[in-house]
């Protein structure tokens, strides 16, 4: 039948059309990476890589940008990951032990500390710059690894997605946990920690993205390059006049800097998918 | 909403809250109540004395061509990141939910923009369009177009939108394929079977029971363009050129970090905060129906 012929083709031809537009730019800035400024230049530059990969990446990794106002790459990238680790790790550690006190405790002002934490939500730092900026200059934290990391640590989106998980665990289980004599620590450890394991890694793939892609917050916090993180970094490498950008170096920067969280999103897929969709319940 | 078994420690309950109510007291309500605050007090430019002036700077905020211009381009930014990113999405979806060759490889590639940081996928979309260096800016000059974003508003800011919409249409890819997932079976047989053709039942089926995933998408891809595209601007077009690109989120960090007018930028800020609040209602509001549906 002619219809379902067409049916079979035109999808793959919208598909790898829709491929071809999302992998066109990373395309491009792998095969920028491996060329040399003189080559890019040139206009249009060559579409196919070319043999300089490795003197590129060495150069990015451990030189740095334009007249040296970015550091080595390397070191950027090392400011990334553990500001991507610490506030992937503080926000799941925070977020759970609050979501458990909120599931299986009943105190006063319960419901009332779960809206605080549900109402961060609300407030994006993109909405209280300054007033952020300053309560952590007054802290002395401008220019610190605790500065970078911490205010960024609390997090509605992972107590409420872990609170959720945590209202399905049967009152069974408490039950036989209270008459074998576990207290509330234990069953914590024992019993909810190992349950929750597939939702901490769901957590972790969206909290990693987030932590490892801050712009703004480091861009006011941060002014002493050695805390500088590779995605604001970048940006320093680009001149503002054309002559002086060392293109292949920028994009050798601008694949490393995409590939952690891509890498996560990629073998971690199945999580990710699981994590993006429950996280927005 | 409550469990039925619980533990009945008193102090216990407090000290593991503590942490995360420390951190939201400090750096998100004092923060908070610090821009209400500031949005009605004026400091004069030496910082030396500070005046309550009630609701003065936001009259003068509003009244500034400046800022309503920047409202405006922010709508129209918002709206075209917002389609750009939803429209292509769906179809990849509707595609996507048809084939099962290849399946895997067409989610996994589609999915990567979503890790990329907004900044990073402005640098990739800079050098394409770079009037130096760019590819396609090569490509678009020797077909006669005259392209120059960093000289002409309306290039930079196709340019942004452009770039901001290609990293958030992996999200709307994943949230649309899911709902395409999720619809019966037997309603798409039941519809073949009555004789539609393939688009008639995307129009009378599909696309009627996506549209509380479709209402979902579009408050979260308006937030995004409100807010997640600043990486995009400050990195692409620093807000340039002339302003052209300045949208209410950079103009909140331009204002208050770079040109230091504390009592504007925080009136802004709570112009701002009311705009997510707003957005934020809108979004739960939409989820409880896509729940019930």
């Not at chain 1, 919208?14 to 730019?25: E, H, K, S």
């Not at chain 1, 792998?30 to 300089?52: D, E, K």
């Not at chain 1, 939702?199 to 909290?207: D, E, G, R, T, Y």
């Not at chain 2, 939201?24 to 209400?36: D, H, I, R, S, Y």
Request: charged content about 15%.
């Amino acid at each position: 039948m002619a219809a379902n012929r067409s049916a079979d083709w035109l999808p793959h031809a919208i598909l790898w059309g829709g491929l071809a537009v999302v992998a066109f730019p990373i395309y491009l800035a792998l095969v920028a990476s491996t060329l040399t400024t003189q080559q890019i230049a040139q206009a249009p530059m060559p579409i196919l890589p070319g043999p300089h990969l490795l003197d590129n990446y060495r150069d990015a990794l451990l030189r740095g940008g334009i007249e040296r106002l970015s550091p080595p790459v390397m070191a950027m990238m090392w400011n990334s990951l553990l500001m991507a680790l610490v506030i992937t790790f503080g926000k799941i550690a925070v977020s759970i032990i609050s979501a458990y006190a909120v599931v299986f405790f009943r105190f006063p002002g319960r419901m009332f500390f779960f809206w605080c934490i549900f109402i961060t939500l609300m407030l994006p730092v993109e909405v209280r710059i300054l007033p952020t900026y300053e309560v952590v200059s007054d802290l002395g934290m401008i220019n610190s690894f605790a500065g970078l990391t911490v205010p960024l640590i609390a997090s509605a989106t992972a107590t409420l997605l872990l609170r959720q998980f945590f209202m399905t665990i049967p009152d069974e289980y408490v039950e036989a946990a209270k008459i074998d004599g576990a207290g509330p620590l234990r069953f914590f450890r024992d019993v909810v920690l190992p349950l929750s394991r597939t939702n901490i890694a769901a957590l972790f793939v969206i909290l990693f993205i987030y932590g490892w892609n801050q712009y703004l917050w480091p861009l006011l916090i941060v002014t002493d390059q050695n805390l500088d993180t590779i995605v604001v970094g970048i940006k320093k490498m680009i001149g503002t006049g054309d002559a002086t950008t060392d293109w292949n170096l920028v994009m050798a920067t601008a694949i490393l800097a995409l590939l952690p969280p891509a890498l996560v999103v990629v073998l971690m897929q199945r999580w990710f998918v699981k994590g993006l969709v429950e996280t927005e319940k | 909403m409550q469990r039925k078994v619980i533990f009945n420690n008193k102090l216990l309950p407090y000290l593991l809250l503590a942490p995360q109510l420390a951190i939201t007291a400090v750096f998100f309500f004092l923060p908070a109540g610090q821009a209400l605050f500031m949005s009605v007090l004026m400091q004069d430019p030496f910082g030396a004395r500070v005046e309550f002036v009630g609701l003065e700077n936001f009259r003068t905020i509003l009244a500034d061509p400046d800022y309503i211009a920047s409202v405006w381009r922010t709508a129209y930014f918002a709206l075209a990141v917002t389609l750009l990113a939803m429209v292509p999405a769906l179809l990849l979806a509707v595609m996507a939910d048809r084939v099962v060759r290849a399946a895997a490889l067409y989610k996994t590639t589609l999915v990567v923009p979503y890790a990329i940081a907004p900044a990073v996928a402005g640098v990739l979309w800079l050098f394409m369009f770079n009037p130096a260096v760019g590819v396609l800016a090569w490509l678009m000059r020797s077909l006669g177009v005259d392209w120059n974003p960093t000289l002409d508003g309306s290039d930079a800011m196709a340019l942004v939108i452009v770039a901001s919409a290609w990293k958030q249409i992996a999200y709307n890819f994943l949230f649309f394929l899911a709902g395409l997932q999720s619809i019966p079976r037997s309603l798409l047989e039941a519809a073949s079977i009555d004789g539609a053709g393939e688009s008639r039942k995307f129009w009378t089926v599909v696309f009627p029971l996506l549209s509380p995933t479709t209402f979902f998408l579009l408050v979260v891809n308006i937030v995004y363009a409100f807010f997640d595209t600043f990486g995009v601007i400050h990195a692409v077009t620093g807000g340039g050129p002339a302003k052209a690109t300045e949208i209410l989120v950079y103009k909140v960090y331009y204002d208050g970090v770079i040109a230091l007018d504390l009592g504007s930028s925080s009136a802004q800020s709570v112009i701002l905060m009311a705009i997510v609040i707003g957005l934020t209602f809108m979004q739960f509001r939409f989820i409880e129906r896509r729940v019930h549906y």
